[in-house]
């Protein structure tokens, strides 16, 4: 049977904020760790009280339901024009099912953010989130800090997308799936690439939150 998935955009409503603490008590201590990266307790109930105004921002934040329960969060935070980190957060029970790749594929599918750097940060070895990343088309660049692993896209059109997206999905070799990024970076006449490789650009945001950890999918 079809689960259906409904995604939309949050506001700063006290109902969308009840949205977000009930999907991060449905995630585990482990997923909570991986979103935040962090070394000590992540118990729901503090990590929404320390975290609840990060996951509840974005330009857009998405919120993916089922049947009316909230399931996953995608935010996609500007840090300069034309520059993004995307955070992805799906409750333990529905990991592996798309959740993920749902909410991206809103995203682009808004045709909002074409040309635009958009960057995510997963702790090594977490090969769930950097699969689910690879898929969407997103390419390794140089990381800064021990243990993490850096990944940028330049988003092209829908169209383009769509195809980038298929190609790296159907193909295992890591190398090939960034060279299908490269493509389709190279289809929208804006794109400037990825200007801060190798710069040692701090990838913290302006609240200090990790930029777009992403846990297990």
Known sequence: MTVVIEVRELGDHPADRECVAALVAACSPDSLRRRFMMGGPAEPGEVFR??????????????ATRGGVPVGLLNFVAVTPGEAEIGILVADPWQRQGIGSALARWLWASGRFPGWTVRGTVWAGNAGAEALLLRQGFRPVPAYERGERDFALVVPDWATMTDVMKEAADDE???????????????????????????GRARRSAAGVPAALLPGR
């Open 50 to 63: 320390r975290y609840g105004r990060f996951l509840l921002a974005g330009a857009p934040a998405l919120l």
């Open 173 to 199: 070799d890591t190398a090939r799936a960034d060279g299908a990024q490269r493509r389709a970076a190279g289809a929208d006449p804006r794109c400037r690439g990825d200007r801060h490789a190798g710069r």
